[in-house]
């Protein structure tokens, strides 16, 4: 058993499971979280092999919407503090906006997917953040800063303004809040079918770097942001994104 826990919401896939994996290689016992418990268990044994370490990764299925599914999460715990929780899940959830009607479920379905899941998988866990010590990192979007996905961008610029709250309520406790925030990313579920290879080349040509990311890159930056070098470091918006958007 390690000596550290880390909980990763959306860890069965792409950013997610690479922070998952970049967990369990440093020593963490990692809890990952998702929707699909096939998957969460296909990652869990893939991890658990590439670090050597059997048991290194505990799989839970819930659906982060549901309050009433965050008992599956706090009961994988086992009653240890958690020293990072890293909140991933998300992503773009299209729909017909044709009507006032289509829109609101739009709307709605893309708040729940990309702010209630943070919102209530962090208000599950607060009780049981280290203190001192502990980090909330929230996973953004390079949307939330430039625009350009509609109800996906508002609902991780949402995430922005909550992490601030978020930062000045548990700074005192000595618990660190911060933002991820990744630009165009390859290797992962996001865009499914949808991308295409000019989609693919004007997103890298956005950059200043001239490639795209990989979820590695992103996992490296949540590493910082989880370890002691960071403890003075909170209420950050960090931009992973090869300079497709300048700091600001």
Request: net charge negative; with cysteine.
């Amino acid at each position: 058993m390690g000596e550290r826990l880390a909980v990763v919401s959306g860890g069965g896939t792409g950013i997610g499971a690479a922070i998952a994996r970049t967990f369990a290689v440093d020593g963490y016992d990692v809890v990952i979280v998702g929707r699909r418990a096939d998957v969460l268990d296909a990652t869990a044994a893939r991890v658990d092999a590439e670090c050597g370490r059997t048991g290194a990764v505990r799989a839970v299925g819930a659906d982060l919407t549901d309050p009433d599914q965050l008992d599956r999460v706090l009961d994988a715990l086992d009653g240890r503090p958690v020293d990072v929780v890293v909140n991933n899940a998300g992503g773009y959830l299209a729909g017909d906006t044709g009507t006032l009607a289509g829109t609101a479920a739009c709307w709605r379905a893309n708040l729940d997917a990309n702010v209630l899941t943070a919102v209530l998988l962090t208000e599950a866990l607060r009780p049981s953040l280290r203190r001192p010590g502990g980090r909330v990192i929230l996973v953004s979007s390079i949307a939330a800063q430039r625009g350009g996905g509609g109800p996906y961008s508002a609902a991780k610029a949402a995430l922005h303004g909550w992490a601030y709250d978020l930062a000045t309520e548990l700074g005192p406790e000595q618990i660190t809040v911060n933002v991820v925030s990744p630009g165009y990313v390859t290797d992962t579920e996001f865009f499914g079918d949808r991308m295409t290879p000019e989609g693919h080349a004007r997103r890298v040509a956005a950059t200043l770097v001239g490639r795209a990311g990989e979820p590695a890159e992103i996992a490296e930056a949540v590493r910082y942001l989880a370890s002691p070098a960071a403890g003075y470091v909170t209420g950050q918006i960090l931009g992973v994104n090869g300079g497709s958007v300048l700091g600001r």
